[in-house]
């Protein structure tokens, strides 16, 4: 298993692409970070859910999209607490909340005080290569 690593990035926006993975969790990988198959639990995967309920086939990968500034058509996601070294946030917009894990801070040096996030397909030859990667 690869060590994970904090991002060293100084762009503002990050993406990732998560999907549904083998046990039915929405999960992700990143190589800058060495996570693989990290999953979103504690009612992360509902908010993921709302967020891309208009977005066909998200399960098999989308782009998540985000910040801890503001950017258009984002949603916020606000900090309500830090438990168990990660932290819980709550969509302002649909009032879901959810625990980000402590890999959260592979991305930020802190829990921000806001998190803003969007999600969009992945378009074309990036989508098919995904699928393709996963059948074999």
């Known amino acids: ?11 503002s926006i990050i993406v990732l692409q998560p999907y549904v993975d083998e ?12 996570l693989v ?11 993921i859910d709302v967020l891309v309920e208009n977005i066909p086939d998200a399960k098999d990968g989308f782009n998540l999209i985000f910040s801890k500034t ?5 949603r916020q996601l606000k900090l ?18 959810g625990w980000l894990c402590p890999a959260l801070f592979l991305y930020f040096d802190t829990a921000p005080e ?8 992945i378009s074309g030859r990036i989508a098919d290569a995904l699928k393709a990667l996963e059948q074999s």
């Not at 503001?70 to 984002?74: A, D, E, H, T, V």
């Open 23 to 34: 046990t039915g969790w929405w999960a992700f990988n990143d190589k800058r970070t060495g």
């Open 80 to 97: 309500m607490t830090e438990e168990d070294g990660g932290a819980w946030y709550r969509d302002v917009e649909t009032r879901l909340g």
């Open 114 to 121: 806001q998190v803003y996030v969007a999600a969009h397909p």
């Open 37 to 47: 198959a990290e999953p979103f639990i504690a009612g992360m995967s509902k908010m």
């Open 1 to 11: 298993m690869p060590r994970q690593k904090r991002l060293d990035s100084n762009n």
């Open 70 to 74: 503001p950017f258009p058509k984002s």
